[in-house]
């Protein structure tokens, strides 16, 4: 008789629950989650850079993950600034570097 009145209290629960139309969840535009993008590697292939949009905003935020220690660090300034060079045109020689800011 327990099992039989768990039952019912559960079908009760779940009644009173109201559908989510697809209307509303498609109104988040952070409801997939965010996607790492523009992957790339390090000059010296310890490190991973990648953007992730931040949460509930338009931007994108530049992150890097050390291969050796798995330590993910949150880049600004001088760090994003070489961080940049994975977007780079480089020589043959590979010894000079050209970046492109907007």
């Known amino acids: 008789m327990l099992i ?6 559960a079908n009760a629960t779940t009644t009173k629950q109201s559908k989510l139309t697809l209307e509303q969840i498609m109104a988040d ?3 997939i989650g965010r996607a790492p993008q523009g992957i ?3 000059s010296g292939q310890d490190k991973v850079y990648y953007r992730v949009k931040a949460a509930g905003h338009s931007h994108f935020e530049t992150y890097s993950y050390d291969l050796a220690s798995g330590q993910t660090e949150k880049l ?3 760090s994003l600034i070489k961080a940049r060079l994975t977007d ?5 020689q590979r010894t ?3 970046v492109v800011y907007e």
């Open 96 to 98: 000079q570097a050209v």
């Open 88 to 92: 780079a045109t480089w020589n043959p």
């Open 4 to 9: 039989i009145n768990l039952s019912l209290n």
């Open 76 to 78: 600004e300034g001088e």
């Open 40 to 42: 790339g590697w390090s």
């Open 29 to 31: 535009p952070d409801w």
